[in-house]
């Protein structure tokens, strides 16, 4: 799993989150070229990202993670959906503050398919 999110308490909260969902290895990036280099070193097997990021976007490290890599599974966590660009229709948006349960729920959904 890799964790795209520069604000370190909410990436240790998704961690958390996470892991009490099933997930059992996580990296972390907190910009879009941390995070691409991130998904190359070790295939993610599924990824949570915001949005906005310390350097670069968070749908742009995402977009070149699938053009790289193919599909992998990703949840937006962000402040900000409405600048969720570019964002896959399929992809899930959700705005902040965390739904903890919202969030294991579709973390199972989408890696159980």
């Known amino acids: ?66 053009r790289l890599l193919g599909p992998v599974p990703v949840i937006f966590i962000t402040a900000t959906p409405e600048d969720c660009r570019p964002c896959d229709p399929s992809e899930r948006i959700f705005r902040k503050p965390i739904n903890r349960d919202e969030i294991i729920r579709v973390f199972h959904e989408m890696t159980l398919d």
Do not use: C, N, W, Y
């Open 1 to 66: 799993m890799l964790i795209i999110e520069d604000e370190t308490l909410i990436a240790m909260i998704i961690q958390d989150l996470l892991e009490e969902g099933g997930a059992t290895s996580v990296d972390f990036a907190v910009t879009q070229d941390e995070a691409v280099s991130a998904a190359i070193a070790h295939r993610p097997a599924f990824m949570t990202s915001d949005v906005k990021l310390l350097e670069g976007t968070g749908p742009l490290a995402v977009a070149e993670i699938h």
